[in-house]
C-alpha cells in the first residue's frame, strides 16, 4: 500500500490500531498517543506519537501513574520508567523487542548506567538488545534520576 494511501487510512482513523478518543492527527497522518494507563504530562508534550509504522515514546520518568508520583527507590523508579514507555508502545502494537531505538538520560553514570543495565536485561532477557543511547545529564525534571525515551517498529496491518 503506498505511503499516501496509509496516510489517508490514519487521518481517518481506520488503522489497525484504534486511536484513543483523546488522541489528536495531524493533516499529514501524525497521531498523538494517549493510551489508557499513561502518566499524565507534566507541560506541553505528548506520551507519544505514531507516524507510519513507528511509535515514538517522550521521555519516561519514574513516575507511578496510578499515584502521579515518582517511585521512591532507585531500582523501581529506572524499572517504572521502562515500564512507561512500554505502555505506550503496547498500546499500539508493538513489544519491547521491536524498539528500534533507545536513549537513556541518567544523573549519574556511575550509580545508575548498572541499574538501567539490570533492568534492562530483566525486561529484555537475555536479548538481543536494541540500540542504546545512555547520557549523563546535569539535571531532569522535578530532580529525577532517569529518563528513557524509544522509538518502536509497529506496521499498520491493511
Known amino acids: ?12 482513523g481506520l488503522t489497525s490500531v484504534p486511536a484513543a478518543a483523546d ?3 495531524s493533516p499529514n497522518g501524525v497521531r498523538t498517543l494517549t493510551p489508557e494507563g499513561g502518566i499524565v504530562p507534566t507541560a506541553t ?6 507516524a507510519g509504522d513507528y511509535v515514538f515514546v517522550a521521555g519516561m520518568r519514574g513516575i507511578d501513574p496510578e499515584l502521579n508520583a515518582l517511585v521512591p ?23 519491547l ?20 543495565n539490570q533492568i534492562q536485561e ?17 539535571r531532569l525534571n522535578q530532580d529525577d534520576i ?5 522509538t518502536f517498529y509497529a506496521p499498520i496491518e491493511d
Open 1 to 12: 500500500m503506498k505511503l499516501t494511501a496509509l496516510l489517508a487510512i490514519a487521518t481517518l
Open 23 to 25: 488522541d489528536h492527527v
Open 45 to 50: 508534550w505528548s506520551l507519544g506519537t505514531r
Open 73 to 95: 527507590d532507585t531500582e523501581g523508579r529506572v524499572r517504572q520508567a521502562f515500564l512507561n514507555m512500554q505502555l505506550i508502545a503496547e498500546s499500539e502494537g508493538a513489544s
Open 97 to 116: 523487542q521491536d524498539a528500534v531505538r533507545l536513549v537513556v538520560y541518567v544523573t549519574d553514570m556511575y550509580r545508575y548506567r548498572p541499574v538501567v
Open 122 to 138: 530483566e525486561l529484555w532477557g537475555e536479548g538481543p538488545y536494541p540500540p542504546r543511547t545512555i547520557i549523563e545529564v546535569d
Open 146 to 150: 532517569v529518563e528513557v525515551e524509544g
